[in-house]
C-alpha cells in the first residue's frame, strides 16, 4: 500500500490546517489502522494520533488533546487530521502510518508497517 500525506504549510499560531493521508493499492485502507506521527528536527519521531480501522476507536496524544482530531473516510480511502489552535511547537513533518496487525490504535511507532513522506507543518509565533 502507498500512503500520500498533504496539506502541511505555514499558518500563524492560533490557525488551523487539516492534513490528508490517501491510501493507493491493495488491500483497502478499512483493513487498517491508521496514525499519525511526527518529527521535528533533533527531536524523537512523536505519536500525534491514531484510528481504529472501523473509526470507532481514536486515540491522541496528550499535547494534542482537545486541539487535534483524527477521522478517516474509508469509503475514500483517506484519513484526516484536522488541526486547530495551532502553537510553534507543533512544527514538524507530520507522518501518516498504516498498521496491518491491530484493531485498535497505538502510540509506539513500531507498531505500524507502511508510511507516507510526510507533509511539513510549520506554525509561525
Known amino acids: 500500500v502507498q500512503l500520500q500525506a498533504s496539506g502541511g504549510g505555514l499558518v500563524q499560531a492560533g490557525g488551523s490546517l487539516r492534513l490528508s493521508c490517501a491510501a493507493s493499492?491493495?488491500?483497502?485502507?478499512?483493513?487498517?489502522?491508521m496514525g499519525w506521527f511526527r518529527q521535528s528536527p533533533g527531536k524523537e519521531r512523536e505519536f500525534v494520533a491514531g484510528i481504529s480501522r472501523s473509526g470507532g476507536r481514536l486515540l491522541h496524544a496528550d499535547s494534542v488533546k482537545g486541539r487535534f482530531t483524527i477521522s478517516r473516510d474509508n469509503a475514500g480511502n483517506t484519513v484526516y487530521l484536522q488541526m486547530n489552535s495551532l502553537k510553534p511547537e507543533d512544527t514538524a513533518v507530520y507522518y501518516c502510518?498504516?498498521?496491518?496487525?491491530?484493531?485498535?490504535?497505538?502510540?509506539?511507532?513500531?507498531?505500524?508497517?507502511?508510511w507516507g513522506q510526510g507533509t511539513q507543518v510549520t506554525v509561525s509565533s
Open positions: 502510518a498504516a498498521d496491518t496487525t491491530r484493531a485498535g490504535p497505538s502510540a509506539a511507532w513500531e507498531s505500524y508497517d507502511y
Open positions: 493499492g491493495r488491500p483497502f485502507m478499512r483493513t487498517y489502522t
